[in-house]
Nanobody, 121 residues
């Protein structure tokens, strides 16, 4: 009934850029909050950037000034522009929707399957 599909990951050199996309599909009426999280091997999943319920953006301190989150509501697509990438950005990046209102119900804390980002020279 709903899917979040991430794309755009890959291998990039330090200082390079990537643009991640998250396409939401299904009988979606409204998505209240969406964000990007990442998880490196052996580490806890952490927030990277998100839109809160008011439409404001929040960023992890480690990515401020380098990453930009954006969205296209008409396409139900979330983006993450990542510039000046560092090796410590290497992780699997996941798209999350906290509250997805569907035609006949609501889904909370819904996750995509992730896309791998590797920053290495």
């Amino acid at each position: 009934q709903v899917q979040l599909v991430e794309s755009g990951g890959g291998l990039v050199q330090p200082g390079g850029s990537l643009r991640l996309s998250c396409a939401a599909s299904g009988s979606i009426v409204r998505i209240d909050t969406m964000g990007w999280y990442r998880q490196a091997p052996g580490k806890q999943r952490e927030l990277v950037a998100a839109f809160d319920s008011s439409g404001n953006t929040v960023y992890a301190d480690s990515v401020k000034g380098r990453f930009t989150i954006s969205r296209d509501n008409a396409k139900n697509t979330l983006y993450l522009q990542m510039n000046s990438l560092k090796p410590e950005d290497t992780a699997r990046y996941y798209c999350n929707a906290d509250r997805v209102t569907l035609q006949f119900g609501t889904i909370y804390d819904f996750w995509g399957r992730g896309t791998q980002v590797t920053v290495s020279s």
